[in-house]
């Protein structure tokens, strides 16, 4: 499986950004699909996960109501909306696969990883 992300850019906070991940390859509709964030000098952290189904979702807590996450298995593209930024959401964001049917927040339970996509978030 690979995963082409894109989507980042620079915004002022509370603005919006849609991030794409598309997939290519063998992949699963109960398979998971997840964002991760590293920001400078932190370790990775899960943002948000769900299965190509969408019939589950996850979030970290600080971004619930804030960003969406949804999937087209048909187009094998995973989406995140991010709404109201802030400056603390600044990182570059990953998408990754998982072969697993439940979400985790754990990077370790995600086989494939895309490139990376740089948002940064200005106060």
């Known amino acids: 499986v690979q995963l082409q992300a894109c989507g980042g850019g620079s915004v002022q906070a509370g603005g919006s950004l849609r991030l794409s991940c598309a997939a290519s390859?063998?992949?699963?509709?109960?398979?998971?699909m997840g964002w991760f964030r590293q920001a400078p000098g932190k370790e990775r952290e899960f943002v948000a996960g769900?299965?190509?189904?969408?019939?589950?979702?996850n979030y970290v807590d600080s971004v619930k109501g804030r960003f969406t996450i949804s999937s087209e298995y048909a187009k094998k593209t995973v989406y995140l909306q991010m709404n109201s930024l802030k400056p603390e959401d600044t990182a570059v964001y990953y998408c990754?696969?998982?072969?697993?049917?439940?979400?985790?927040?754990?990077?370790?339970?995600?086989?494939?990883w895309g490139q990376g996509t740089l948002v940064t978030v200005s106060s």
């Open positions: 990754a696969a998982s072969t697993f049917t439940r979400i985790s927040v754990h990077s370790t339970y995600y086989r494939y």
């Open positions: 390859g063998r992949t699963f509709s109960s398979h998971v």
């Open positions: 769900i299965t190509w189904r969408g019939d589950s979702e």
